[in-house]
């Protein structure tokens, strides 16, 4: 029930409401839109504000030194801080990708990370959703699902030390017992192994937000579809494919987003666990920009990576939107 | 009524006495220094001992890594601010390079650099003027657990003639039971693996090639430095003869639990890890013509509020502040006044070994910059993987980080 127009019952005399798809047509001398359109600017302002200064302004700004000089700041130099980048081996190593040895650079890594994150975090995120969902009582379990994500990164990245050290930590030593011992070694000392185990702790951390997700899209699938579905005979599986699935595109999308952006933005896990290292090995660019801009001064590099980094995070978001809007 | 009172009383009792030291003029000074634990213990009795001969000056003590000091004092120095009057970090060519700014206090006067050991003090001359001075520091050795030796009835290291005794006795290390690799390897950031390389440079490079290696006249991938690598480290890097990496606290327990024969680290080891047996023992390898000193370095930032005494400060830390110091332990001074009877029996024992030896700078913090974290990063790698292909890139990052960091600290 609504108090003013609008297409539900109303109380007093409004005027009828508007076959859908048309709008009211406006009236000269009405001054509700105009007084609308101050308020909206009152609303609006504050985060206008909020987002010039402390989003905009930034971005703009680091888009700029990205073309100036490291030297001094003031000289510009074009594209030459991306030219620079890459023509040495600590973003893209041409070199050891042709030969498929470690250390490959941090841009392959980061694409590295996300192919094997991506799918990992969020079809675990998915089985455990579908697990949760149907034990409402265990629902502390998701607790422990989801603590990984309140971990702070640089805690999570010193137990990881612990976790892959060959002597302490689990890992190798589950390796160790079930007879690889390939694997039973120090992983942050190895570059073959070094990045993965960071994937792997991020997996582990992430996978919380996938399951929160997808519960949320879960619990919100009217229970008819379902029903419907079993009274047309599909099992477990074919309820899923094709009733479920669909309608977790939109969720599905939203991880896919923000996973991309954690993944190439992650930046605290790799200082405070293997600093890049062993020789770049485990290497990102989000830690290649710190490296540059408050290790080496290098002001004009750091921000030419920021500004890589952004252009390859709005690829999904792009796409993301695009989907939605066709979607909607 | 008369508790209020009372309280009345009381504060401003608290606020009269508080004017009452401001009007002494009592300075509080910021110091900013890396040492934490029990460095930081052998360090308290330098500034009790400042504040009882300076009643007007107090000392707020604040621990800052290098990389992180560094880090923080860019972003500050931009602004023309500083979180500290004084600050201790062992990165050189950092206060080099912020001096060239102009961020760094004149302190020429302050100190007599002839006082110093030689080359410790001599990078902060820029154009006649001073910019930072010396504090205590540590030497690159070979140590291990003497008594390891004496249980399993084998030689020392130290009674090991030739390169080929040395590695003949590492063999038989190897095989002593409950022994993980002869030689224990530090992990963390890396530096561990700089010691050795220096120790080895110092041991069959000489004194021409780690100079030139440190003002950057030689190339890292020269066909002598690539020889060195090639024929003395990677065939004990391939040999297995160092172990897995491990985090420096847990490869020095493990030394003195008899899993590893000898760890190159540094004399600070001593006072942080000390053995168990009290069996701390180093020594050169065969033909070891030189050591490496690293030490770390006061400066004032120019944007102090009180200059003055931040300077009385760091007269007192480079002088009789060293002498104190190093009785804790671990430490050695480069301030060359303070007596040998000053220093722990351990040191002592150290500084007779050393007497015989040229002490050099250690290359990576007096080159610093990029080339400290390329050099560290890259060793590691070596260490994973030992081979000729590994080792001529390795080299080969190694100079380029080289060349990029002197020619940014020669602007």
Not at chain 1, 253 to 261: D, R
Not at chain 2, 365 to 373: A, L, N, S, V
Request: with cysteine; charged share 20%; aromatic share 10%.
């Amino acid at each position: 029930m609504s108090l003013g127009a609008g297409p539900g019952p109303s109380i007093g005399p409004g005027p009828a409401p508007l076959p859908a798809g048309r709008r009211e047509p406006a009236r000269a001398g009405n001054p509700r839109p105009r007084r609308l359109k101050a308020e909206t600017l009152v609303f609006v302002l504050p985060a206008f504000l909020l987002v010039s200064v402390f989003l905009l302004y930034p971005v703009v700004k680091s888009l700029l030194l990205s073309l100036y000089s490291n030297e001094d700041g003031k000289s510009f130099v074009g594209l030459a801080n991306f030219a620079a980048l890459f023509r040495g081996r600590d973003i893209v190593n041409l070199r050891n990708i042709l030969r498929l040895r470690p250390p490959f650079g941090a841009l392959p890594n980061n694409l590295i990370w996300i192919a094997i994150h991506l799918p990992l975090s969020m079809s675990l995120g998915l089985a455990c959703a579908l697990l949760m969902i149907r034990l409402p009582r265990l629902a502390f379990l998701r607790t422990f699902v989801f603590v990984g994500m309140l971990v702070p990164g640089v805690v999570t990245g010193i137990v990881t030390l612990f976790l892959f050290e060959k002597g302490a930590g689990m890992i190798p030593n589950l390796f160790h017992l079930i007879g690889i011992e390939g694997l039973y070694i120090n992983w942050f000392s190895h570059p073959q192994t070094a990045l993965l185990a960071l994937i792997l702790t991020s997996v582990w951390t992430w996978t919380g937000y996938s399951m929160v997700v997808f519960l949320a899209a879960l619990s919100g699938i009217p229970q008819s579809y379902l029903e419907a579905g079993i009274v047309d005979g599909a099992n477990a599986w074919q309820l899923f494919r094709y009733v479920k699935l669909p309608l977790l595109r939109s969720s599905i999308g939203t991880i896919v987003v923000m996973s991309v952006i954690q993944e190439l933005t992650g930046f605290d896990l790799v200082y405070s666990s293997t600093y890049g290292g062993p020789g770049g090995a485990s290497n990102v660019m989000g830690f290649q920009m710190y490296l540059e801009a408050f290790k080496y001064f290098k002001f004009g590099t750091g921000s030419a990576i920021a500004t890589l980094i952004t252009l390859t995070a709005a690829v999904p978001i792009v796409l993301n939107v695009r989907n939605s809007a066709r979607q909607a | 009524m008369n508790r209020t009172l009372k309280r009345a009383l009381a504060a401003a009792l608290v606020a009269v006495s508080g004017l009452g030291l401001a009007a002494q003029g009592v300075v509080t000074l910021r110091m900013i220094a890396p040492w934490a634990d029990k460095e930081l213990e052998g360090f308290k009795p330098v500034l009790e001992r400042f504040e009882q001969l300076n009643p007007g000056i107090k000392v707020e003590y604040r621990t800052g890594k290098p990389e992180d000091t560094a880090t923080i004092l860019s972003a500050q120095f931009s602004v023309k601010k500083t979180p500290a009057d004084i600050i201790d970090t062992s990165f050189s060519a950092f206060i080099v390079q912020e001096a060239r700014k102009g961020n760094i206090l004149d302190i020429s006067g302050a100190v007599d650099i002839k006082d110093y050991r030689p080359g410790s003090i001599d990078q902060f001359v820029i154009g006649r003027k001073l910019y930072g001075v010396t504090s205590i520091g540590g030497l690159d050795i070979a140590e291990y657990n003497a008594k390891f030796y004496r249980d399993n009835k084998l030689p020392e290291p130290k009674d090991a003639k030739t390169w080929e005794d040395f590695l003949a006795l590492m063999d038989k290390v190897r095989k002593v039971p409950g022994v993980k690799a002869p030689i224990g390897t530090g992990g963390g950031v890396g530096w561990t693996n700089t010691t050795v390389v220096q120790t080895f440079i110092n041991t069959f490079g000489g004194k021409a090639m780690y100079n030139g290696l440190l003002v950057g006249s030689i190339s890292w991938e020269s066909p002598e430095v690539k020889k060195l690598f090639r024929e003395r480290l990677l065939p004990l890097l391939q040999g297995k003869y160092f172990g897995e990496p491990e985090e420096n606290a847990a490869v020095t327990q493990n030394m003195w639990a008899g899993k590893y024969g000898l760890f190159f680290g540094g004399t600070t080891d001593s006072l942080k890890f000390p053995s168990p047996a009290g069996d701390y023992s180093v020594c050169l390898l065969p033909g070891q013509k030189a050591i490496s000193m690293w030490t770390d370095f006061w400066f004032i930032p120019a944007y102090t509020e009180h200059p003055k005494e931040a300077l009385k400060l760091m007269k007192f830390l480079a002088t009789e502040g060293q002498a104190i110091q190093v009785k804790g332990g671990g430490r050695i001074a480069t301030y060359t006044k303070v007596p040998l009877s000053n220093y722990p029996a351990a040191e002592q024992k150290i500084l007779k070994i050393i007497g015989s030896v040229a002490v050099n700078p250690d290359i990576d913090d007096i080159i610093g910059g990029k080339f400290q974290t390329v050099m560290w990063d890259q060793l590691k790698l070596l260490w994973a993987d030992p081979t000729a292909d590994t080792l001529d890139s390795v080299l080969a990052e190694m100079q380029a980080a080289s060349v990029e960091t002197l020619k940014g600290s020669a602007k």
